[in-house]
Every structure is written in structure tokens, then in C-alpha cells.
């Protein structure tokens, strides 16, 4: 007579209005964990929470009805129950049905020191128990986004042929200069020759360079996986371990990769406004009421593409309009945050590729163009945060890039294996980076990494 | 006129019979990597390998056509190129279709010193150049296989509602007991709490204990990532960094467990047999006759169930009637790749979960048994390579798991996290891990689990 139903299908059988195929539908039976649990003596309500959506199912009882109503009444927030009832569609309600329970039975109760009550607590407090915070609604939206936001990825590259490349996390290379490196290791000392692989041996900063072989053979590939940074900088924005999305596109140049990565920003906010309605909503009404505006936006926009150089022009016209910024402007320089938001939000107003960057503030891969000054890489500024991806065209060039590699003093002995790439049937390809984690924070709103990460790992900062 | 063309949509075009849809189609441009290049004067042919299919486009060109047929005639075995051509239908021929070449232009040439000449080259060779092996037969199946398989993975997990968590790569968890562990460090000493942490930190060997958290506030969670073991053991079957599958689902018990195995393992097989049909036709040619059709019979086999002390029974049996093994039989030993295999292939003839094994040839976490000597752990034995999945029930009971964590000698302060999910709502749960290369070996019958990996790590191996 009860059927065992997930509250995902109640709430998705009531919004879509399917009719109830059959009586025994009126009868339900569900697992989960009580969100809340109040009552009035004579009538109860429990929010429980099953996991599989993301409101809250209500479960009303009454004191005559059940047999162990005074245990019922008594449950505490955090326990985990079995409800068996009766399905009440109550379209007039907050919430569009519930469930009139005819027995509830604990099977996991809560000790009282259970630091997730009703009461609202800070996410700072949250990100101590990162074994319980997924419980709290914030970081119930979060994770599940992430997921979903996981498979967007997935889905995008897959359907048009990409191939997923694990590439690997303990890596032979510390020549990338793309910032400070984790050491793998079972010794306690310096003798690495000794050492488990016989020499010194890193956390991956990048998957780029390794998938760049597989684009070598399978054209189209993509990595989507852990990378670190051990560096000692306490930022919102900065995590020691992060996932990063790292396609690489092999018979393509720069205008091609901009175009990849327009569609696959586009292809991520669609996917998740369709995939995760619930969540979005609640990160608008709760986290960032522009959250949703924003990336609509950016969904519909061009995406418009300019050069270093001609943004600096920009730049330096706004500082002859009266612009004041903090940082001085020049040919050569790293823009700074101020002035990548003043290029987006007051020129361009809309998503804009910073293109052809002076090639000594860029790594040594990027392909140098004909004015020997400029290298053919690409950052997309979105309004709201600025930078959201760095791409470039790679340099296929043996030679170019021995002598770039040289110009910014890099030992060309451990990289010998990827420069090889370019005597060996190497071809013009692109390629960037996407920081999963940041870009879950752009799509939401959240202040911090760490809100992002399942576990989050900083400079003295690891929890479990 | 000329219409950019993948290999791939090539063959799926003709092996569909699908009509040429307008005129331009017979005129084809196509980039891509020269596998073999042969002529004899007047007529050159080359296998073309664009990345995006298993099999070659095979490239025709006349000396008498071509403006550059002497450079054509000496493009050498690895070179990147572009082609011009129209499209010839050759039904009669080995392939479905070449392409007469009207014009082919070098993008980048190979040096003589490329390892991948025609001639045949061992893995063992191979594995010394992972940056190019991708481009070799058999891993160039692997790696598509490995990709696909990864979708598959993901496929199934998501259509069923589980939530993708990435689980921390470095960990503080050093009690897991699972094997030995790299640290990750930014010191080269033991002054650990000078270490980046703050104190040791470690890779982890398994997400399983930090996706149980998400399970009680998710129900149904899957981990898909890199796990690592510091284990000084060169075998076929071992590598130092692999990706593991680790489900774990809530409110569930053992027999859900070995239910969700079995789908699982079949949804792979049939995924992998659809999506991949000619790298298996490639692994059953040219690596394991066998393989396709092992495992079409474990997708239509019912998976059996028996408990080890069952199968202890049937091995003395066994025994008595004259069977011979190396190893002893005995209630409580951990079995034996030989005994495992004599259950599977002689006794079941197929697929079979062996249960309830003893407590003390088991991890911590799982599930005590009424009869206190065994616990609800199963291994997925198949025929061909037995163990392929190990499950088992958690244990929730708060004071039995502090128990069995004495019993073993556990200390149980970096695990008080792990303990406290019992004490906050805990209910029965149930989870498994799948080595993700080890599947990829038995689907392929692929002897090393060094081929499966992009680029592996093994002890004093560390190849860029």
C-alpha cells in the first residue's frame, strides 16, 4: 500500500500536475533528515530534508494519530526518520502539498551539541564542521550546483567530441612558473634521490602541458580535475587545492579558442538555469539578488574582443577625462582589477576578451605574434568579478619558443619532452583555463572559495 | 566549395548510407597527422589519423595532380597536414572511402629521430614516451576507451539523481588504514608544524570517509577522482596515482549495495560496447580475444551471492575431492587470487559477490554483523581477473564503531569528525569503490595497468 517516493518526485509529479497514476500514490513512504520539527501540543510539522531536492518536504501529525507521539514530538533538529503518511495536495499553502503522517519512527537521532540548530549561523563557523555544512541550505545549493555545473562541463565537451584526459596530479615538472608547488613525497628530508620516484616530485598546477600532447593525437581534449597552489596568500579568491577545466584545441588559433570559450560559458549558465532552478533562486534571494540578472546577461551578450593595447588606449583617454584610478597605467603593465572592471563595466559594458598581451607578463607557451612584442593570449572579463578565463594560442614554433623559454630563464631540460611536441608533427592549437571553483562563485555570487569547495584546503587551514 | 570534415563524420556518414546532401560534400578539407605514407612513382597513399575516429582516412594523391608531389611523395610518419580533396566511395575496397587528393600542404613535419616509426614497438617502449604513445594504436583506443568510460561513469550516476562530490585530494587523515601515504609538503624536514598545514598532510587513498558526510545530507553521493598509494610494490596491477569511483548511498543497506554494483558494472559494459565499438573490436583483434565477449556475459549474467564462509565450505570440499591449491584453506583467511578464482570460474561460472567476510581481514567501517565475527562487506568477484568492486554496509552505531577503531588499534582523534556522523542524525548506509584503471584492464584484457594511465606513476618512475 505505500510506495517509496523521494521528495523530488512529489515536487516534481505536484508542479508538472501530473494526475496520480494510481491510488497507491496517495500513500507515500519516505526517508530523510528533520530540518526543523515544531508543535502545538495537539498538531506537529516536521520540514525534512531527503537529499534529493532542494525544498523541504512537510510532514504534519497529530497527537491522536500516531502511537509514539510524545517520542515524535521530541525529535530533534539533525535526526534522521522514517515517515509513512498520506499525500495532501494543498495548492492554497506555502508549500503545494504535504504529508499527513500515519507513523514516523527515528532511525539516526541528534545529540544535543548538534552545532547545526535553527538559529542562522556565520559562514566562518560553517567552514569548521565541512563534515556537517552541507546540511545548511547555503551549502545544500552549493554542492548540488557544483555537481550540476560538473556535468555541464562534461556534457559540452563531450558533445562535440572532446576526449577527457586525466591528466596527471603528481607531476615530474617545476618549470611552469605558474606559482609555488607542493612537494609528493615519503621521506622527511632532502635526499631525493631516495626519494619514492627517485627524485623531486610536485602537486600539478596545471594539466595544460601534459594535455597538450593528447591534442596531438585526438585534436580535441579537455582535462577536468584538481590543481594546487602552495601559496602562502589568505584570499577570498585563493585556495591551496581547486578543480580547474582545461581544454586544448589542436588546428585552431586564438579566434577559434575565444570562440570555445563563449560557448562553453554560454552552455554552463543555460544548463544550470535549467538544471538548477531551485538553487539559482535561492542564491538570488539570499546570497546576491543580481546573481541571476548577471549571468542572464552574459548569456545573451556578445561577447566583444579587444586588444592590450587598445585598452590601455581606453585607459589612458578615461585619465585625460578625469578617471582616477590607483594604479598608474602603461604600455607593458598587468592591469590591475580596477582598471579590467573600468574596460568592462564602463566600456564595453558586457563580456569582453583582453587579447594580444605583452609577451613579458605572460607565460612562455603563448604563441608570439608578428610585432615580436605581443603574445596571442586572451582574458575574459565579465562584469562583476573581471577575470573569469585566460586562454592563449601555444607556441608551435621550436625555435620561438626555446628562445622565449630562454628569455624568461627556464631550464629546458624537464620541458625537453614538451617542446619535443613541436618537432614531432606539432601543429598551430589553443587552449585555457577555467578555475571551476571561481566560476561557481561568479555564478552565485559567494564571497569566498572556500564556500565553494567541498573541503576546503588553505595555508594552515585542513580540516579532515 | 570545400567543406571542413572531420574522419569521424566521414565514416558515420557512409557506414550510414546516408545520401550526400548537397554537391560540396564530395569536396572535403581535412587536417590531421600522417600515420603511413607510401607510393610507388606515379600513385602515393596515405593513412591519415585526424583524432577524431579509431580508424584512418586513406589519402590518395597523383603525382600528376599534385603541385608539390615530390615534397608529398617525402612527408614522413608523424607530420601534421592539410588535404584537399574529393570524396570517392569505394565500397569494394578494405575502407568504405578515400579521398583524392587535389592539393596537401605540410602544417608540421616530423624529425627523423620520432620514436613511432612503421614497425611495431613494445608498451614496455612506449611507457618511456607518454607525451607520444597517445598516437600509437593501441593507446590511442585506451585513451578514447578511458574517455568514454569516465562519461559512462558519470552517465550512470547522474541519471539515477546522485550528487558528484569532489572529495579533497590532500587529507589529514592518516588512519584509514588503506596503505601508505605521500605527504604533501612545502618543507624538506619534519617540522611539521612549520609545514604549510600547519601539520601533516597527506594524499589521500580514498574519498570514502569525507563523501559519507555528503551522504547524510544528500542521500546519494559519488566521489570520481585521483586517490594515490606510496606503496613500494612493482606489479601489473599497482600504480602510485589512479582514479577511483566511490558511491556511497544512504538509508541503504548491503543488498542495495551489491544491487547498485551490478547495474553499475552492467550500464558500463553496454555504454562501453555502444559508444566504443571500434576500440573493442581493436582490444578483442589485437590484445584479448576474449574481452568482448567476457563481458557481454557478465552483462547478461545475474550476478550470484555467497557468503565467504560459504565459499570456505565449497573450497574444503574442494579440497577433499582432490582439488589442489598453493595457499591453505582456512575460516578467517583473507582469500587468494587462486581461491577466487576457483569460486568464480568453477563453482558460480560468472559473476558472483562474495559477503560477510571476517572482521579482522576488514576495514573499520564496516558493518558488524549479528554474529560479531563477520562484517556486511562484499567483493565483486568476475571471471578473467576476480576482484573488480569491493562494498560493504557502514557501521552507524556510534559505540560499535569507537569499538572495532580500539579493536584495531585506531586512534580516533583525526577521525572524531567521521565518528560524530553517527552521533548527528547517522542512518544505515552503504558504499563501494570501483578502481577505475583496474576496469579499464578487464574490459580491454590489457596486461599493465601502467597502459591505462596517460601518463603513470610508479615507484622511481616519474616520466615528465
Redesign the interface.
Known amino acids: 500500500m505505500f510506495e517509496f517516493i ?1 521528495v ?1 518526485e512529489l515536487y516534481e509529479m505536484i508542479l508538472s500536475n501530473q494526475p496520480m497514476e494510481t491510488d497507491s500514490l496517495e500513500y507515500v513512504e519516505l ?4 530540518r526543523t520539527n515544531r508543535n502545538s501540543g495537539k498538531i506537529g510539522f516536521i520540514a525534512l ?4 531536492y532542494f525544498r523541504n518536504c512537510q510532514i504534519v501529525y497529530e497527537k491522536e494519530t500516531l502511537k509514539n507521539a510524545e517520542e515524535v514530538a521530541h525529535i530533534s533538529t ?3 526518520i522514517h515517515v509513512t503518511g498520506k499525500l495532501k495536495i494543498t495548492p492554497e499553502a506555502k508549500q503545494p502539498f504535504e504529508i499527513v503522517a500515519t507513523a514516523i519512527e527515528v ?5 544535543e551539541d ?1 552545532p547545526l540548530q535553527k538559529k542562522r549561523t556565520s559562514f566562518e563557523f560553517l567552514r569548521e ?4 555544512r ?2 545548511a541550505n547555503t551549502f ?1 545549493a552549493m ?2 550546483l ?2 550540476i555545473l ?2 555541464a562541463i ?1 556534457e559540452f565537451f ?1 558533445s562535440q ?1 572532446f ?11 617545476d618549470g611552469e612558473g605558474a606559482g ?1 608547488m ?5 621521506i ?3 635526499d631525493f634521490e631516495n626519494d ?4 623531486e ?1 610536485y ?1 600539478t598546477v596545471t594539466g595544460q602541458l ?1 594535455v597538450e ?8 581534449v579537455y582535462t577536468f ?2 590543481a ?1 597552489r ?1 601559496e ?1 596568500s589568505n584570499t577570498t579568491r585563493h585556495a ?2 581547486f ?1 580547474m577545466v582545461e581544454p586544448e584545441i ?2 585552431a588559433d586564438l579566434e577559434d579558442d575565444m570562440d570555445l570559450i563563449e560557448d562553453m560559458v554560454k552552455y554552463c549558465i543555460q544548463y544550470v538555469l535549467d538544471n538548477a532552478p531551485e538553487e539559482m533562486k535561492f542564491f538570488e534571494q539570499r546570497i546576491d539578488k543580481e546573481c541571476i540578472k548577471r549571468i542572464t546577461h552574459v548569456r545573451d551578450s556578445h561577447f566583444e574582443r579587444m586588444t592590450y593595447t587598445k585598452a590601455i588606449e581606453y585607459l589612458e583617454e578615461a585619465i585625460a577625462n578625469g578617471v582616477k584610478f590607483e594604479n598608474k597605467v602603461y604600455w607593458g603593465m598587468d592591469l590591475n582589477a580596477e582598471h579590467e572592471k573600468y574596460i568592462c563595466e564602463e566600456i564595453v559594458k558586457g563580456p569582453v576578451f583582453l587579447t594580444d598581451y605583452p609577451k613579458d607578463i605572460k607565460a612562455f607557451y603563448m604563441r608570439l605574434n608578428d610585432d615580436k612584442k605581443t603574445v596571442a593570449a586572451c582574458d575574459l572579463l565579465v562584469p562583476g568579478i573581471g577575470e573569469l578565463v585566460g586562454g592563449s594560442q601555444r607556441e ?1 614554433r621550436y625555435d620561438v619558443l626555446e628562445a622565449m623559454m630562454k628569455e624568461k630563464n627556464m631550464t629546458t631540460d ?1 620541458l625537453q ?2 617542446m ?9 592549437h589553443a587552449g585555457f583555463g577555467l578555475g571551476f571553483d571561481r566560476f561557481l562563485m561568479y555564478l552565485t555570487g559567494m564571497g569566498n572559495i572556500r564556500d565553494t ?3 576546503p ?1 588553505t ?6
Open positions: 523521494t523530488r526517508e530523510g533528515w528533520v530534508s531527503d537529499g534529493t539533525g535526526s534522521s532511525e539516526g537521532s541528534c545529540d548538534y564542521i565541512p563534515h556537517l552541507p546540511r545544500y554542492f548540488r557544483r555537481s560538473s556535468m562534461h563531450q567530441g576526449i577527457y584526459v586525466h591528466t596527471p596530479i603528481i607531476t615530474g615538472n609555488e607542493f612537494r609528493a613525497t615519503t622527511d628530508n632532502d619514492f620516484f627517485g627524485k616530485a602537486l601534459h600532447a593528447f591534442a596531438m593525437a585526438f585534436r580535441d580535475g584538481p594546487f602552495a602562502n591551496s587545492e578543480w589542436a588546428f608551435e624537464t619532452w614538451y619535443d611536441l613541436r618537432r614531432f608533427g606539432g601543429c598551430k569547495e567541498p573541503f584546503r595555508p594552515r587551514n585542513l580540516k579532515f
